[in-house]
C-alpha cells in the first residue's frame, strides 16, 4: 500500500473516530437536557400547588383582616352611639336630623364598609396582577425557543458551509497538485526526448 494511500485512510479513520466522538458528546448532553426537564416538569406540581396555597393563604388573610377590622368597627360605632345618646336627648331640639346619632353612624358604617371593600379589591389586584405576570412567561419561553432554534440552524447552515468550502478547497487543490504533476510529467518527457 503507497503512503500517500495510507495517509488518507488514517486520515479518514481519525475523521469517523471524532465525528462518532462528536455525534456521541451531543447526544449525552440531548439526555442530559432531557433529564433536566423532566425533573423539573416534576416540579410542577409542588409550584402549582404553592400558587394556590398563597392564593389561599391571601384571600384567608384578606377575609380576616376585614372581619377585624368590621368588628372592632362595630364596636367603635356601638360606643359612639352609647355615648351620643345622652346628648342627643339633650340636644334634640336644637340639632336637625341631619346630625343625629344614626346618620353620624350611617356615615361611620359606610366608611368602613368602603374601607373593607378596598382592601379585599387591593388584595384581589396584586393577585390578578401575580398571575398575569405568570401568564406572561408562556410567549416568552416559546419566543426563547424559537429563537433558540434559529441559532441552532443558523450554527448548522454555517458549518454545512464551511464542509462545501472545505472540500471544493481540497478539490482545487488536488486539480492544482495534478496539473503540475502533469507539467512536470511533460517537461520531463521532453527534456529526454531532446537529449536523446
Do not use: C
Not at 409550584?47 to 372581619?67: C, G, M, P, R
Amino acid at each position: 500500500m503507497s503512503k500517500k494511500t495510507e495517509t488518507n485512510q488514517n486520515y479518514s479513520n481519525n475523521n469517523n473516530d471524532f465525528q462518532e466522538s462528536v455525534n456521541q458528546s451531543f447526544d449525552e448532553t440531548k439526555d442530559n437536557i432531557k433529564k433536566s426537564i423532566d425533573e423539573s416538569r416534576k416540579q410542577i406540581p409542588r409550584i402549582n400547588d404553592s400558587v394556590n396555597s398563597y392564593q389561599e393563604q391571601s384571600l384567608q388573610t384578606a377575609k380576616e383582616i376585614s372581619e377585624q377590622y368590621l368588628d372592632s368597627q362595630k364596636e367603635v360605632v356601638n360606643s359612639l352611639q352609647s355615648a351620643w345618646r345622652p346628648y342627643n336627648e339633650i340636644y334634640t331640639g336644637l340639632v336637625t336630623n341631619y346630625y343625629s346619632p344614626n346618620a353620624a353612624v350611617n356615615a361611620y358604617t359606610r366608611f368602613v364598609s368602603n374601607v373593607a371593600d378596598n382592601t379585599v379589591s387591593a388584595i384581589r389586584l396584586s393577585n390578578n396582577v401575580i398571575f398575569s405576570t405568570l401568564d406572561a412567561w408562556k410567549p416568552l419561553l416559546q419566543q426563547a425557543k424559537d429563537v433558540s432554534r434559529h441559532i441552532s440552524n443558523t450554527g448548522v447552515n454555517t458549518a454545512r458551509v464551511f464542509e462545501q468550502n472545505s472540500r471544493q478547497f481540497a478539490a482545487e487543490v488536488q486539480d492544482v497538485a495534478a496539473a503540475s504533476s502533469n507539467v512536470n510529467t511533460s517537461t520531463n518527457t521532453t527534456t529526454k526526448s531532446t537529449t536523446h
